[in-house]
């Protein structure tokens, strides 16, 4: 067994171990479009760190994954649940919200850029959105 496959499933084995914690927290919704009775994921936020840990990771739809990790696809509209959704209590959901409005702005989506303009985050936490980009 290579060391990147050891490595790639000891990540996947400890993000799967976080899952019944997410599932508390958001409720069994998506927890950037709210869609419930779909199936979730754990995504975790980049940058990642050596370990995963559960407050860099989300609980979201397929949806919301395929255009987050597919950007060309990214349909504008879907994403007008940000307006939720950035006002969340969860620093990892705010931060990945950010982003995608970010994402957005560069599309000239207006709706996303006044919502950006109004939109706050601590100092640390838009620091961390900084990061991917």
């Known amino acids: 067994m290579s060391a990147r496959f050891k490595g790639k499933f000891h990540r996947q084995n400890m993000l799967s171990h976080f899952a019944k914690d997410l599932v508390r927290r958001s409720r069994s919704h998506c ?3 709210a869609k419930n ?3 979730l994921d754990v995504f975790e936020l980049l940058p990642l760190e050596d370990e995963p840990f559960l407050n860099g990771c989300i609980f979201i739809c397929e949806s919301c994954k395929k255009q987050i990790v597919y950007p060309k696809k990214m349909v504008p509209s879907y994403w007008r649940s940000l307006n939720n959704s ?6 990892a959901v705010q931060v990945m919200s950010f982003r ?4 957005l702005t ?3 989506e207006r709706w996303a850029e006044e919502l950006l303009e109004h939109a706050y985050l601590d100092p640390e936490l838009e620091d961390w959105a900084d990061l991917a980009e």
């Open 31 to 33: 927890e950037l479009c």
């Open 37 to 39: 009775g779909v199936k």
């Open 86 to 91: 950035l006002w969340s209590e969860v620093p």
């Open 100 to 103: 995608m409005l970010r994402r």
């Open 106 to 108: 560069k599309k000239e």
